[in-house]
């Protein structure tokens, strides 16, 4: 089936360089049963769902001298074996060397003439634990008709669900003749559309936007984010470099709802408030110039109930809408509970805030969602020239029961967010069994001493505890 990009997708195919790929990424590890975990069965179960997700069996065709968009085309040499690999760690097999592993992996461009995503199994992980990394391409994951392979492999029970048989037969591969002979078809009937699209994906390419998850709405609200102009001078914007460090940390979700209830705010208003402080340390530890009125700003993208009723039929549904949000950190109060009230002022007042989707709603919306809300969060974030904010911090919901993999316990969960133009410093956040836990992307010599940045989460958060009780 030949099924041409969207104007988005195609933007986000085209905007990447070597050395900001434009795809999202996810960490699982998973507790390693005593019968072991197979490759194989990694294999089967993701062999399985692949008719929940077709685009992950297309890959990416252009049409000669560039008069249409691309087209999404069935990969009729499609080898799983290919995008599902074995890798192990070396002795001790320490989290730190996992890490390592993620951000070479991480900096790594996916294949262009193969379906854009990846997935490692990764063995030798201390404490009888493996660790799932996938990475899929931007343009692959739109949050409503296709899903992030994460979002389809969990499951809420350690026996999988039945799945019905497979029957996949890849369309014939079109010619470069009948593409171009489609594309010069379209301009003969259509030209004025044909015209828009390619300036729309000119437009995207060149300012590296892509577009929201529905064009058009909330206008009012885009165009009050747009009026806040450039974000502050920040050592987190320079030059990024093709290689990644990668680093983690968790925290009791129980902790975030207790300075939630004591300071009458919501979660999500606690993480910005921790990440201030760390960032507020960091930035001090460094040398670097801290006054009273000094602030970073972010963009944290709000997932919301889009105004249709939501439709939950099945996991090739839309989910959610996610819309921007701009927050300036306030990382020069130094009172941490100043800090908090003020995010959460920001926060109240941001015209999408009655509509947050609730976590519970959205878990049992289509499957594991997080994967997704991510990739969607990283879509709202390029619909704005990275120039206005100084970092991504993207926080969304996830299941606050148990989840299982191929039968395997989900133990953790991290996002592993790309770093955008000039931009070192990415974080995604990740609620999960009573945990909350960061990703942390950073561009490897910009910020070579991101494996601080855990430790100062944790100071940051203890800070608002002390300050709670």
């Known amino acids: 089936m030949v099924t041409r990009l969207s104007a988005s997708d195609a933007a986000f195919f085209h905007m990447e360089n070597t050395a900001t790929p434009m795809y999202v990424g996810s960490l699982s590890i998973v507790r390693k049963p005593r019968a072991g975990l197979s490759y194989e069965s990694v294999l089967e179960t993701v ?4 008719p929940q997700i077709p685009r992950y069996r297309q890959k990416v065709r252009e049409v000669s001298f560039g008069l249409a968009r691309p087209v999404w085309i069935d990969d009729r040499d499609f080898d799983i074996t290919y995008h599902i690999r074995r890798s192990a760690l070396p002795s001790p097999g320490s989290d730190a060397q996992l890490h390592d592993l993620v951000a070479r992996l991480g900096s790594r461009p996916l294949d262009k003439t193969r379906p854009l995503w990846e997935m490692y199994i990764v063995e030798g992980l201390t ?3 493996i660790a ?32 019905g048989e497979d029957i996949w037969i890849p369309a014939r591969e079109p010619s470069d003749t009948a593409l171009l002979l489609g ?11 044909q015209l828009a699209a390619m300036r729309s994906t000119v437009t995207e390419v060149a300012t590296n936007a892509g ?21 502050p001078n920040s050592p987190l914007n320079t030059t990024v470099s093709r290689n990644r460090r990668f680093t983690v940390a968790g925290h009791r979700l129980d902790d975030y709802r207790a300075l939630r209830a004591r300071y009458d705010c919501d979660v999500n208003d606690v993480v910005l408030a921790v990440v201030a402080g760390a960032l507020r340390n960091w930035l001090l530890s460094r040398g670097e110039p801290v006054t009273a009125t000094s602030t970073v700003r972010a963009m944290a993208p709000n997932s919301v109930y889009p105004d249709a009723e939501i439709d939950s039929t099945g996991p090739g549904q839309a989910i959610s809408e996610v819309s921007p949000f701009l927050v300036d950190l306030p990382i020069g109060e130094g009172n941490a509970v100043v800090r908090l009230s003020q995010i959460a002022h920001a926060t109240e007042s941001h015209s999408t805030a009655v509509s947050l989707v609730d976590a519970r709603t959205i878990v ?50 991290y996002a592993v967010p790309p770093l955008l133009t000039n931009q070192v410093l990415a974080i995604g956040v990740t609620s999960y069994n009573g945990m909350l836990y960061f990703g942390i992307n950073a561009d490897r010599d910009a910020m070579s001493d ?20």
Not at 379 to 392: E, I, K, P
Not at 450 to 469: G, H, N, Q, T
């Open 127 to 129: 404490n009888n634990r």
């Open 132 to 163: 799932i990394y996938t990475k899929s391409h931007q343009a692959l994951v739109n949050g409503m008709s296709a899903l992030e392979i994460g979002h389809v492999i969990a499951d809420r029970s350690q026996k999988p669900p039945e799945f």
């Open 183 to 193: 594309a010069l078809g379209e301009w003969i009937t259509r030209p004025t559309a």
């Open 47 to 50: 062999e399985r769902r692949l």
């Open 450 to 469: 991101v494996d601080v940045f855990p430790s100062l989460l944790r100071e940051s958060l203890d800070e608002l505890l002390e300050a709670a009780r």
């Open 211 to 231: 577009a929201l998850v529905d064009v058009g709405r909330r206008v009012a609200e885009v165009a009050k984010t747009v009026a806040r102009g450039t974000a």
């Open 364 to 413: 049992t919306l289509s499957g594991f969602a997080p994967p997704t809300l991510h990739a969607m969060g990283i879509r709202v974030a390029t619909s704005f020239s990275a120039r206005q904010f100084n970092l991504l911090i993207t926080n969304v919901p996830g299941a606050q029961k148990q989840m299982y993999i191929a039968g395997t316990k989900l133990i953790e969960t």
